[in-house]
Nanobody
Framework: QAQFVESGGGQVQPGGSLRLSCAAS????????MGWYRQAPGKQREAVAG???????TYADSVKGRFTISRDNAKNTVYLQMNYLKLEDTAVYYCNRAPATGNWGQGTQVTVSS
């Protein structure tokens, strides 16, 4: 059974926006810090943003001011609002606990191209 189900990716032009969602099972969500990660072609997976159960957030410098992470604890769901997208944001985006567990979902593809 999938523990993380990401959705909301797509293709957008530079400067565009997307909102990603991640549904997680309650046993791995409740009380835990959650994060969004991404992996671009030929690169290692990197952390993009994190959020504690209480809502405190952290961001990678590359996305600070453009991305916003949030969560709905009642729905076991984490979101990533991505604005002012750049070409270099192209990647497969994943959610997981932060720090991550060994189990990853399928991810959702985000492609920024003109």
């Amino acid at each position: 059974q999938a523990q993380f189900v990401e959705s909301g990716g797509g293709q957008v032009q530079p400067g565009g926006s997307l909102r990603l969602s991640c549904a997680a099972s309650g046993t791995i969500f409740d009380g835990y810090r959650m994060g969004w990660y991404r992996q671009a072609p030929g690169k290692q997976r990197e952390a993009v943003a994190g959020i504690t159960y209480g809502g405190s957030t952290t961001y990678a410098d590359s996305v600070k001011g453009r991305f916003t992470i949030s969560r709905d604890n009642a729905k076991n769901t984490v979101y990533l609002q991505m604005n002012y997208l750049k070409l270099e944001d192209t990647a497969v985006y994943y959610c997981n606990r932060a720090p991550a567990t060994g189990n990853w979902g399928q991810g959702t593809q985000v492609t920024v191209s003109s």
